[in-house]
């Protein structure tokens, strides 16, 4: 009589387990690829909005002190593209707020805002166009 071996288990046979680790594989590396393009996402809208923070304090100091033109070129300069400027007079206190579109395509019709407030200097009250 012939002796019986059984089979080890896989061999010669299709298993159902073809193919699973280069699934695993390909999720993995497309989960690796969405979380470094939100890192990459996240780190440009905080420069973006470092950058605005910076243009809206230059901003109310050159309104502050009488220079709205020069706050305009300073929001131009230093901002991200596209930057708005708003001023905002009140008694002895400029009001100023930069804004931008969140940069990317990831999220539309998100915005970036930086504020920042100073207090008129002694003489600009008559200079400050509103």
């Known amino acids: 009589m012939a002796k019986v071996v059984p089979a080890s288990p896989g061999a ?3 298993g159902g387990d073809a193919g699973a680790v280069t699934v695993e594989a390909a999720l993995g590396i497309c989960s690796v690829i ?3 393009a939100l890192i990459l996402s996240g780190t440009g809208a905080l420069i973006s909005y470092l ?3 910076d243009a809206a304090v230059e901003a ?3 309104v502050a ?3 709205r033109a020069r706050a305009d070129e300073a929001v131009g300069r230093i901002a991200p593209g596209g930057a708005a400027l708003s001023v905002l007079v009140e008694g002895d206190q400029v009001s100023t707020e930069v804004s931008t579109s969140f940069p990317g395509e990831f999220l539309p019709g998100r915005w970036l805002r930086a504020r920042a407030v100073a ?3 002694p003489g ?3 200079q400050v166009t509103r």
Do not use: K
């Open 12 to 14: 010669g046979t299709t």
């Open 51 to 53: 950058r605005c923070t």
């Open 124 to 126: 600009a009250e008559g």
């Open 60 to 62: 109310a100091r050159l």
């Open 119 to 121: 207090v008129l200097e």
């Open 65 to 67: 002190r009488g220079d």
């Open 34 to 36: 969405a979380v470094f």
